[in-house]
């Protein structure tokens, strides 16, 4: 039998429809071998609930984030695609929402920096850096389609150089597109859409308190959505993408979503 040190185990495949077993070695130096939790389907990969959880975490809740780092500090560089290809890294988070702890905890196990993160913690001579580097960089927006300059605001008093400097620039605080609509136009376009046959396959079109009109399906992540004109849209982080309400006017019956290679057309249930 395989014996391993009281801090690793091995995990053996065992015969089909036989649970995985750990060999460990107790105090004794005897062998003990256990019956182990079936092993993730994602392994060895982090699963993405993972990675949903300490980005989500990381906007504000620092006791959990030292958890899961406590658990898997690799889950510092983690990042999770909330939609359309909005992709948030766990630092991500804490930048744009202004968590200086918990973006500097993230720094310390192995989080990449960023532009964004610079910004916020009011690091001026290194956005001046990536500005002089890679000019125009200050137009990319972060996750969700946030600004570089919303991310120094976010810092507070000890990212206002930042903030300053990148007013001068003149282009650091341009989101999406987004052409008002009113009430009664937003309404024509809430509603359920269907493009399959499970309970999944449908979009879930609403307004939000804010007056936002908002995009989910069901079991995801309700995405805000920006207007170009002509009930043409964007996803909140994902300005490749669109979506089109069908017809141009009255009460909407069908949308599409253009995202890359992939058209998804859903009727209006």
Same mark, same amino acid.
């Given at each position: 039998?395989?014996?391993?040190?009281?801090?690793?185990?091995?995990?053996?495949?065992?015969?089909?429809?036989?649970?995985?077993?750990v060999? @460990?070695r107790?105090?004794?130096?005897?062998?003990?071998?256990?019956a182990?939790? !079936? %092993?993730?389907?994602?392994?060895?990969? &982090?699963?993405q609930? @993972?990675a949903?959880?300490?980005? *989500?975490?990381s &906007?504000g809740?620092?006791?959990r984030?030292?958890e899961?780092l406590?658990?898997r500090?690799? +889950?510092?560089?983690?990042?999770?695609?909330?939609?359309y290809g909005?992709?948030?890294?766990?630092? $991500?988070?804490?930048? &744009?929402?202004?968590?200086r702890?918990i973006?500097?905890?993230l720094?310390?196990?192995?989080?990449?920096?960023?532009?964004?993160?610079?910004a916020?913690?009011?690091q @001026?001579?290194?956005?001046?850096?990536f500005?002089?580097?890679?000019?125009?960089?200050?137009?990319?927006?972060?996750?969700?389609?946030?600004? +570089? +300059?919303? &991310?120094?605001?976010?810092?507070?008093e000890? !990212?206002?150089?930042?903030?300053?400097y +990148?007013?001068?620039?003149?282009d650091?605080?341009?989101?999406h597109?987004?052409?008002? %609509?009113d009430?009664?136009?937003?309404?024509? @376009?809430?509603g359920?859409?269907?493009?399959?046959t499970?309970?999944?396959?449908?979009?879930?079109?609403?307004?939000?308190?804010? $007056?936002?009109?908002?995009?989910?399906?069901?079991? *995801?992540?309700?995405?805000? %959505?920006?207007?170009?004109?002509?009930?043409?849209?964007?996803?909140?982080?994902?300005?490749?993408v669109?979506?089109?309400?069908?017809?141009?006017?009255?009460r909407?019956?069908?949308?599409?979503?253009?995202?890359?290679? %992939?058209?998804?057309?859903a009727?209006?249930?």
């Amino acid at each position: 039998m395989t014996t391993v040190s009281r801090r690793t185990f091995v995990v053996s495949a065992a015969a089909a429809g036989v649970a995985p077993l750990v060999t @460990l070695r107790d105090v004794t130096g005897q062998d003990a071998t256990v019956a182990a939790p !079936a %092993l993730p389907a994602a392994f060895p990969s &982090h699963p993405q609930p @993972l990675a949903q959880e300490i980005v *989500g975490a990381s &906007h504000g809740n620092v006791a959990r984030v030292k958890e899961l780092l406590a658990e898997r500090p690799a +889950l510092a560089r983690a990042s999770y695609d909330w939609g359309y290809g909005d992709w948030e890294t766990a630092l $991500g988070a804490a930048s &744009h929402v202004g968590n200086r702890e918990i973006a500097e905890l993230l720094i310390a196990n192995g989080a990449h920096p960023t532009i964004f993160s610079a910004a916020m913690l009011g690091q @001026l001579e290194t956005v001046k850096a990536f500005v002089a580097a890679a000019p125009g960089v200050q137009r990319i927006r972060g996750p969700h389609g946030i600004t +570089l +300059l919303s &991310h120094a605001r976010a810092g507070g008093e000890r !990212a206002a150089p930042v903030a300053a400097y +990148l007013q001068t620039l003149g282009d650091a605080d341009t989101g999406h597109p987004n052409q008002p %609509l009113d009430a009664a136009a937003a309404a024509e @376009l809430t509603g359920t859409y269907i493009f399959g046959t499970t309970s999944l396959d449908r979009f879930t079109v609403s307004v939000s308190a804010a $007056g936002a009109i908002m995009i989910k399906r069901d079991g *995801g992540s309700d995405r805000r %959505l920006s207007h170009h004109g002509g009930r043409v849209f964007n996803p909140a982080g994902a300005e490749a993408v669109r979506i089109r309400f069908t017809p141009e006017t009255g009460r909407a019956t069908a949308l599409t979503v253009n995202d890359g290679p %992939l058209a998804v057309t859903a009727r209006r249930a």
